[in-house]
């Protein structure tokens, strides 16, 4: 498991939860755990905030026992282009800029 801030998974997890919890939400857990189709232990679970017991794919399970679908969308949040070897592209890139600091060096002379 990542502890990387960048993960998008966590958060992922947490808005799947808050469906879940927004529909079970005034019902006891006996009776919100038996008509999402899971344990009562795994409903407090939820109630609590312990989202890492639970898979994406479980959250998303849980849902659809109450007719409840999910969408994904994919954002493109940087580059459009992909860069398929970014150990290459950093070496070019420190190629570059010191090419054209001794080219700048050169022209103050």
């Not at 898979?55 to 109450?66: G, H, M, N, P, Y």
């Not at 290459?88 to 600091?101: G, H, K, P, S």
């Amino acid at each position: 498991m990542s502890n990387d801030s960048s993960d998008p998974i966590p958060a992922l997890k947490r808005q799947l939860a808050d469906a879940i919890l927004a529909i079970a939400d005034r019902q006891p857990i006996i009776v919100a755990a038996r008509r999402l189709g899971i344990g009562p232990a795994r409903m407090c679970d939820l109630r609590r905030g312990r989202i890492a017991r639970f898979s994406v794919e479980r959250l998303i399970r849980i849902l659809a026992t109450v007719d409840r679908g999910v969408s994904v969308s994919v954002v493109v949040t940087g580059s459009p282009q992909v860069c398929w070897f970014p150990k290459l592209r950093a070496q070019a890139d420190a190629r570059r800029r010191e090419f054209l600091i001794a080219r700048r060096t050169r022209r103050r002379l």
